[in-house]
């Protein structure tokens, strides 16, 4: 590295505020992003991280404040005007056309033009997208539609967009919860060229091995104030940590030994074509078992079988002792299963409903009498789950697109866990969330299987899958490939049945 | 770290929102206020201009011309709302009127057509419903066909003949006014029938997962809601409620004629579109509908008091109707807009 001498700014931001109906999401912001520097930008679920991405990419207009852009003033009237800025963004939330091809998500609204026919370049853009996806190491074609893409593949095809804009300020905003370790490592390579560049980068994660990997900078968000900033190398997990939350936290990953009870659910030689072969495990009582794999393992798949919204070709299942066959969520949530979906934004929540009403959707019918809605005990019931899990907001009243992503994945559990399942299948609980209340719900899950609940973990973080699990099934190309007790679980026996190489261990 | 109001709020963050003027803004921006403003407008409006609108009797009977249609645009909200469409309502209306005028050709009396009008009518609806939520064919396409296919049977039997025979106490449901009173009998049905969808909708389990479907199929699915059951009632609904409305209309106008209630389907799109339900599903209310039902209907009474021609009625829909679909994004931005400027006069 060169010796500290501070460059100029690229991008500066002074004292801006951002106000909402009923909320200030920001109150006095102020960053300042160099170029060749990647800039993280921490905070707490809803301190304000994404509305300033959104600002930074005039999605949304500040309500006061200067935007400096190499030290001039500027204002962001539209996306369109921050990306001819030279400002891209990958956004939490995906923002792709489901029913377009990979090619057309990742040149829309800056189609190449034919310098002779002036029609629309689909030979050089299609030839642009061949070498972005090589360049990320993604194995798809640019002619695949985006809605038969997995949701890492979706993700990446997003930073795919951002990178062929060749802008000067890259923000990404969460890139990584969304993708397995793999895709990581492929991300980081990026990050590391554009820096190399002399792009700037800003990284937004709630996970700081990855701040402490690729960060050279970060700026401290709280309840949408501004509360310092320092260089990474300076400073301690702890230290950030203190700043985000405004206490230390013990990041440990709460385990009590509990004594399991009788098998609760048993899978038997259950398959679906083209997705999962052969799969048998049994799940007691008061156990967490964890599930972990690369992409395109096949565990969410199995998940999705069991609680009934695909069917297995082969296999059976019993709970209890007893064959069921389970059809649909409804007779899934009646044998007292429930299942938080890895996609929050298409199968987990309903972001034009009210928190309340997202959270009860499961149980309207327990809620009513003679088919009539009880507000009072929906309120109630709405109120108590919600405030188990922290979610912030406005008030319960709000539709849920108002939230912060790591507050709408707060609504989705809360909505299961208010259903009082017996067996509680989670896939991917935690993306999203912020430090504090990832340890809050690891603590909050591991008290409920103490008392007897029954858990299946789906991670891909491994660190969340051996700290909580007491068993880990590990899955490969749609088998399993490996049954591990957590209590003697090691990384590289993880991660060789994970990849289903001997020689290959991230 | 949680204030005192409530644990759930943001540490003191938050902007009040429960003053006077703010419930006021809130209120006066909702697209069913907005409808209701323009509905008093249109009355002071016609009155001023002539002596014969505002008429207790001249107001009930005009009410004849459109309550068929607004009992047929009430379960169409839930159809609507839940992302659905159904274009072939009116050759449903088409083939129960039809099959009523057959039985009532061959002595069937007043309580038997009246069966027959609700069960070929709620039929109609579920062969609808079984193509899209048992085939998974596309609604507007279904529809589409059963649209020709319904009016067609009517068509190719009748050619350019009419039933007009009909039992004499038949007459009462679409001509009929309740007790010694000038109330109309339609009117009535149709205010008990609003009461009824509307508690259905904003009140039980089945209103919601018609919210729930319409912001979100895959979502609605995975929270266990039976997303084609709940269509296909729908589907059901709006074939009962046809053959509501077949009754009504046959026995308003005591005949039969194949191109009975012709563009009727558009006509009650229209309708539940003005009041405000989105055409993307997800969002409105009965009384909307309700609204805008009496809106446009007296809107065409008033226009026709004027002799004002039919064209100028078809462009004002049209009007109303693109606004129905634009206001609402543009009602958000205002309420936007003013929040900002409230908000920084605050902060100085
Ligand atoms: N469109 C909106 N309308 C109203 N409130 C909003 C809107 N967008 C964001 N907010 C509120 O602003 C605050 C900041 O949200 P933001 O999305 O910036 O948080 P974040 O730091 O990105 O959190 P996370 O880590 O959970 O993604 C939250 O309290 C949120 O509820
Ligand atoms: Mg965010």
Not at chain 1, 80 to 99: N, V, Y
Request: proline fraction near 3%; hydrophobic fraction near 45%.
């Amino acid at each position: 590295m060169e010796p500290m001498k501070p460059k100029e700014p690229i991008l500066e931001i002074r004292g801006v505020n951002k106000f909402f109906p009923g909320i200030k999401a920001l109150d006095g912001v102020h960053l300042t992003i160099r170029a060749g520097e990647v800039h993280a930008l921490i905070g707490e679920n809803g301190a304000g991280k994404s509305t300033l991405v959104k600002i930074l990419t005039g999605v949304y207009f500040p309500t006061s404040g200067e935007i400096l852009l190499d030290g001039e003033p500027t204002e962001f009237k539209d996306a369109l005007d921050a990306q001819s800025a030279g400002i891209a963004a990958i956004h939490q939330e995906a923002s792709m056309f489901p029913d377009l091809s990979v090619t057309e998500n990742i040149f829309m609204g800056h189609h190449l033009i034919h310098p002779v026919t002036k029609r629309i370049d689909w030979k050089s853009m299609k030839r642009h997208t061949r070498e972005l996806l090589k360049r990320m190491e993604l194995d798809i074609s640019g002619d695949t539609l985006v809605k038969n893409l997995g949701v890492a593949q979706r993700h990446m095809v997003e930073i795919a967009k951002a990178l062929s804009l060749d802008a000067r300020v890259v923000i990404m905003d969460e890139p990584t919860s969304a993708l397995t370790l793999r895709e990581v490592e492929d991300l980081y390579k990026i990050v590391r060229q554009l820096k190399r560049e002399g792009k700037a980068i800003i990284f937004i994660s709630h996970k700081f091995d990855e701040i402490f990997e690729i960060c050279d900078y970060y700026t401290v968000l709280r309840d949408g104030k501004y509360i310092g900033e320092g260089r990474v190398a300076d400073s301690s997990v702890d230290t950030i940590i203190r700043m985000m939350v405004g206490r230390s936290l013990d990041q440990m990953f709460p385990k009590s030994d509990s004594l399991f009870g009788e098998v609760v659910l048993s899978v038997h030689h259950l398959s679906q074509t083209g997705f999962f072969r052969d799969v048998s495990f049994a799940l007691r009582k008061g156990e967490i078992l964890g599930f972990f794999g690369l992409i395109g393992a096949g565990r969410s798949e199995v998940m999705r079988t069991i609680f009934g919204i695909d069917r297995a070709s082969h296999g059976y299942i019993e709970l209890k002792g007893n064959k069921v066959s389970i059809t649909n969520p409804r007779s899934a949530m009646k044998h007292g299963i429930a299942f938080v979906p890895e996609d929050r934004q298409n199968q987990g929540i309903i972001l034009q409903m009210s928190i309340t009403r997202n959270i009860t959707l499961p149980q309207i019918h327990d809620i009513a009498k003679a088919s009539v809605l009880n507000s009072s005990l929906e309120n109630r019931i709405a109120r108590e789950a919600g405030e188990q899990m922290e979610i912030k907001a406005a008030g319960y009243h709000v539709d849920a697109d108002t939230l912060s992503g790591g507050n709408q994945q707060k609504v989705v559990l809360a909505k299961w866990l208010a259903t009082h399942p017996e067996i509680l299948i989670l896939d991917e609980p935690t993306k999203g969330i912020d430090v504090a209340t990832k340890a809050a719900v690891h603590e909050f899950v591991s008290s409920m299987a103490s008392r007897g609940l029954a858990v299946i973990l789906v991670s891909s973080e491994l660190p969340e899958v051996m700290g909580m699990s007491d068993r880990i099934i590990v899955m490969h190309e749609g088998r399993i490939t490996a049954q591990i007790e957590a209590k003697d679980g090691d990384t590289d026996e993880i991660m060789k049945a994970a990849t289903g190489h001997e020689e290959e261990a991230v | 770290m949680t204030s005192a109001k409530s644990p759930l709020m943001g540490s003191g963050r938050l902007i009040d929102e429960n003053s006077f003027k703010e419930r006021m803004i809130v209120l006066f921006t909702k697209w069913e206020t907005l409808l209701a403003l323009l509905f008093v407008l249109e009355i002071v409006v016609f009155s001023n201009i002539t002596p014969y609108f505002l008429d207790y009797f001249n107001l009930m009977n005009a009410s004849f011309t459109f309550m068929e249609k607004a009992v047929m645009a009430l379960p169409m909200i839930f159809v609507i709302m839940s992302g659905d469409i159904d274009i072939s309502i009116a050759s449903i209306i088409a083939l129960v009127s039809f099959a009523m005028g057959y039985a009532a050709e061959s002595g069937v009396d007043t309580a038997g057509l009246i069966l027959i009008g609700l069960s070929v009518g709620t039929l109609a609806g579920m062969f609808n419903g079984f193509f899209i939520t048992k085939l998974g064919m596309p609604a507007i396409a279904v529809t589409l066909a059963t649209q020709s296919l319904f009016r067609g049977i009517s068509q190719a039997v009748l050619e350019d003949h009419a039933y007009t025979t009909y039992p004499e106490s038949f007459a009462f449901f679409g001509q009929g006014y309740v007790g010694d009173s000038l109330i109309p009998f339609e009117l009535v049905l149709f205010l008990a029938l609003a009461v009824i969808m509307g508690f259905i909708l904003h009140k039980t389990t089945y209103g919601r997962q018609l919210y729930a479907i319409g912001n979100s199929k895959s979502a609605a699915r995975f929270a266990g809601i039976y997303v084609d059951r709940v269509r296909f009632i729908n589907f059901t609904l709006n074939g009962l409620f046809c053959g509501i409305a077949a009754i009504l209309l046959t026995s308003r106008i005591g005949s039969t004629r194949p191109n009975i209630a012709l563009n009727w389907d558009i006509e009650t799109i229209t309708l539940v579109v003005l009041g405000g339900v989105s055409i993307m599903g997800g969002r409105g209310t009965v009384p909307g509908v309700t609204v805008a039902i009496f809106l446009l209907g007296y809107l065409k009474f008033g226009m026709g008091l004027l002799n004002i021609s039919a064209k100028i009625m078809i462009i004002t829909t049209g009007v109303l109707l693109i606004i129905a679909v634009l206001l609402p994004n543009f009602l958000d931005l205002i309420k936007a807009k003013r929040k900002l400027r409230l908000q920084q006069v605050r902060q100085n």
